[in-house]
């Protein structure tokens, strides 16, 4: 896909792609693992909000809240 097709998506059409998919999921995974290690050392202080972020190329990024606390 090029960069101008990637410009004329709307943000949900983005999401939709199997690729944004797929790293969505392995950035999520990512952060749960990270917040629950961070969470174990912090003493439960931490006021943790989990966002996970895919760069669609140099042109478009997709963002998730994954958490909130």
């Keep these: 896909?090029?960069?101008?097709?990637?410009?004329?998506?709307?943000q949900r059409e983005l999401e939709?792609?199997?690729p944004v998919t797929e790293k969505l999921e392995e950035a999520k995974l990512q952060l749960l693992d990270y917040q629950s290690r961070?969470?174990?050392?912090?003493d439960d202080r931490?006021?943790?909000?989990?966002?996970?972020?895919?760069?669609?190329?140099?042109?478009?990024v997709v963002w998730q809240t994954v958490g909130q606390y």
């Design 1 to 10: 896909m090029s960069g101008v097709e990637v410009k004329k998506l709307s």
């Design 16 to 18: 939709a792609l199997e």
């Design 38 to 42: 961070l969470e174990k050392k912090s």
């Design 46 to 60: 931490l006021k943790l909000q989990l966002i996970s972020v895919v760069a669609v190329g140099f042109e478009r």
